[in-house]
């Protein structure tokens, strides 16, 4: 059974996983922060880089969610919704209730992986497209965010704080969390068979189900996933804001999806790696910082940051024709 599905996920794996795009990608980095260090003085600096590093965190474990998704051949629009969603359930579960701190944040992930396994479910069930059932349910999220909080940010205080406090050179608790997320689930997509499932599925969903395997539950499984760290991006939301905003996390989708992008996921499914992920994170992120550096105008980084998305659609369809070619 396995000998049926791993040739391809090796195949396709090891395009996205060899050290040549990892060098690709640091490169990139790397000639981002020398251009910014040369435009303004202050970019280069030790506390520039631990304020994007503390800044990042629910970037990074969504980002996570988002590859595994893309990679299954799906997409999640409705991360940032239940971002929201979660915390105002923790809001209210510690103002309302008067519940600890672990078990309301338990109740926020609780919540939020829900919300994945019903967009999940929904889309496999009837194989609807996960683009437009992940829609709905960011209306629902988002509607339900609003109605937990009576459209008001709610405010918490500091009980979550300790997760965005730095506490060793300057990075916080939030920040390790999130990079062990990233470590944990690298190895589960390069070292496991369900990682090798994920990929396979996307790569060819019939030849995955002609060798006996059944794809449904390992895609609604990856769904719940993006929920469960979409509670815990909200979480560390929380703690940097230290109360619960219905509108968090509009627009959130837009730059989880940039930075899994750039990071060379493809969108058709099938490739991808959540290494060259962190960096897509990385890079996005120094790309904001050093615009708003520089004094660049809202409308003047909509615009950058648009092309870069664009350029890494490009280029990843040039990559998958050439894959095609080849094989």
């Not at 609003?146 to 060793?168: C, E, N």
């Amino acid at each position: 059974m396995n000998t049926t599905v791993t040739p391809a996920v090796t195949k396709r794996s090891s395009s996205v996983s060899g050290l040549g795009t990892y060098l690709g990608l640091a490169g990139a980095l790397l000639a981002m922060i020398v251009l910014f260090s040369a435009m303004s003085s202050h970019f280069l600096s030790y506390n520039t880089f631990t304020m994007l590093a503390n800044q990042i965190p629910d970037l990074m474990v969504l980002s996570v969610g988002m590859t595994l998704i893309l990679i299954i051949g799906g997409i999640d629009l409705s991360v940032g919704s239940v971002v929201a969603l979660a915390a105002s359930v923790v809001s209210v579960a510690t103002l309302n209730w008067g519940w600890g701190i672990f078990p309301s944040a338990a109740l926020g992930m609780l919540c939020a992986a829900l919300a994945g396994t019903v967009t999940g479910t929904v889309t496999v069930a009837w194989r609807i497209p996960s683009f437009i059932v992940s829609l709905g349910v960011l209306e629902m999220a988002r509607g339900l965010a609003y109605q937990l909080t009576d459209s008001r940010t709610a405010y918490i205080g500091d009980v979550y704080g300790w997760l965005s406090t730095p506490f060793a050179f300057g990075i916080s608790p939030s920040f390790i969390l999130a990079l062990l997320v990233i470590v944990i689930a690298h190895a589960l997509l390069t070292r496991s068979v369900f990682g090798r499932y994920l990929v396979a599925i996307g790569t060819n969903e019939e030849a995955v189900r002609l060798a006996g395997i059944n794809p449904k539950p390992y895609k609604v499984l990856v769904f719940a996933l993006m929920g469960l760290l979409a509670g815990l991006a909200a979480l560390f939301q929380v703690s940097r804001l230290e109360a619960a905003d219905p509108n968090a996390g509009a627009g959130l989708e837009l730059q989880v999806i940039a930075a899994v992008v750039i990071g060379g996921t493809s969108l058709m499914g099938g490739r991808g790696s959540v290494i060259s992920t962190f960096f897509g994170v990385l890079i996005i992120s120094v790309l904001a910082a050093g615009l708003a550096q520089i004094g660049a105008s809202e409308p003047t980084k909509r615009i950058i940051t648009g092309a870069v998305i664009v350029v890494a659609v490009v280029l990843d369809t040039y990559r998958s024709h050439r894959a095609k070619r080849r094989g």
